[in-house]
């Protein structure tokens, strides 16, 4: 395929159109923390296989509308969920829904590291696990080597599987993280600003990897960095006070976005 092609074709993956799937959508979704409403309305629709960056200015509502894609709001006695999330078609609400099963769907890596105090090697195998996904021994290891393979970091922890995840960098705990999401094989990952507690090295890493996973998996990043926005997500949803502003694909939300908030908030304005 010559250049031109293969950038027709990057264009086009970029660019959803009528043809474009939509992994989950989100369809007039509120939410309220007991008597203050933290989104209002909004309408956005998730792409298969794409980056998705949320961006916006603290407290816009950004984690709250991640958090709505696996119903992670469930845990916060007072949040209350308004309007439509579906992910395949198929209503995340519904009451029929097994939440456990909808978050290894759709999971969820958060800001800072979380790696169980266990293993290496434990904290990918518990999921697979609990979840039956593995017959014996075997098919275990061979997933937590996938898992971590996928996430790029089994060559650093091949000859230390039952250290304690603990005792990694704060980066490899990240991809620790990564491929602990990774090894109950979801279909979406939820990230909230992965990188906020990493270096620029392994931000690097981090970043490089999200762009690699985006063949597999369906991913929504919130992010404090215009930079990362820009470079990781091929669509950018621009949040302000609970409302989404807009949302596009991300070359246009940073070259010539349609709202003055955007252009305000990417150009440091305000924020
Ligand atoms: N658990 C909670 N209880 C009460 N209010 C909350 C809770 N979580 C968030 N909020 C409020 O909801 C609004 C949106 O918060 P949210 O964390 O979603 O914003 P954000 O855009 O992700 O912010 P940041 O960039 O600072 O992380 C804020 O006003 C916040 O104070």
Redo the contacts with the bound molecule.
């Keep these: 395929m010559n250049m031109l092609t293969e950038a027709a074709v990057e264009k086009k993956l970029m660019t959803p159109d009528a043809a474009t799937t939509y992994k989950m959508r989100g369809e007039k979704v509120t939410v309220h923390?007991?008597e203050?409403q933290?989104l209002f309305d909004v309408d956005l629709n998730i792409p298969e296989k794409q980056v998705m960056a949320l961006i916006?200015?603290?407290?816009?509502?950004?984690?709250?509308?991640l958090r709505c894609l696996n119903r992670m709001n469930d845990t916060?006695d007072?949040?209350r969920v308004g309007g439509k999330i579906t992910l395949d078609g198929e209503d995340i609400y519904d009451p029929k829904i097994d939440v456990v099963e909808l978050r290894a769907r759709v999971g969820m890596v958060f800001q800072k590291p979380n790696p169980f105090p266990k293993s290496i090697y434990e904290n990918i195998a518990y999921g697979p696990r609990i979840h039956g996904l593995t017959k014996n021994k075997a098919e275990l290891d061979a997933v937590v080597e996938s898992s971590l393979r996928k996430a790029a970091i089994w060559n650093e922890v091949k000859d230390r599987l039952q250290e304690p995840g603990t005792g990694l960098s704060g980066g490899q705990q990240q991809r620790l993280c990564i491929a602990r999401a990774i090894a109950v094989s979801p279909e979406v990952i939820l990230m909230d600003?992965p990188c906020s507690a990493l270096d620029p090295i392994a931000t690097a890493k981090v970043e490089e990897l999200i762009d690699e996973l985006r063949q597999n998996y369906t991913i929504v990043i919130?992010t404090?960095s215009m930079q990362q926005a820009a470079r990781v997500s091929q669509r950018t949803a621009m949040?302000h006070i609970?409302y989404l502003v807009e949302e596009g694909p991300t070359d246009k939300m940073f070259t010539n976005p349609d709202d003055k908030r955007t252009q305000d908030y990417i150009t440091g304005r305000f924020g």
């Excluded at 407290?59 to 709250?64: A, H, L, P, V």
């Design positions: 923390y007991g203050k933290a916006g200015p603290s407290g816009c509502g950004k984690s709250t509308f916060i007072i949040a600003e919130v404090h949040f609970g």
